[in-house]
């Protein structure tokens, strides 16, 4: 497999809600040597989750991120079905709960929540527990940003 792109596109949560203290060396926390992330993905179809899951993870390691064991979770089905119902997505929210990510790599924002109400409660949960999550998918840098952000 190839490796990643250098010209993949990553936002920090926090950076993106606009009125952070925070500058964009911020954006990734480190505690210790790097920090360690949850590779999340919804695949279309079971049997295929590692595919999606292989290339976050050449992802991470690309970025010296530490993937702790039990933290590269897919969930299969459809993109809009509600990240409360995901088995999965739960598995990483309690990783996060317990301290052991600092952040989150997703292919896409939608892999987290596909609705619009949807990601606001897991984006402001996101937010409470001081995670930043990165969407490895170039198109996310400009779809998930409003004019004023993109000038920011």
Known sequence: MPPPSRLTGWLSLPHLLGGSHRGPADAVPVVGPCPSV???AVAPLRGVEHLVLDDLSAYADDRGWVVPAGCAVADSGPLDQSPA???GWQRVRAAATGRLV???VVPSFAHIAYRAGDWERERAWLLE???FVVATD???LQAGLTPEE???
Do not use: F
Request: charged share 15%; hydrophobic share 45%.
């Open 85 to 87: 119902m995901r088995a």
């Open 129 to 131: 527990q001081g995670l």
């Open 150 to 152: 993109l000038r920011a």
């Open 38 to 40: 949850a590779l999340y």
């Open 138 to 140: 170039p198109t996310e």
């Open 102 to 104: 600092h952040g989150v």
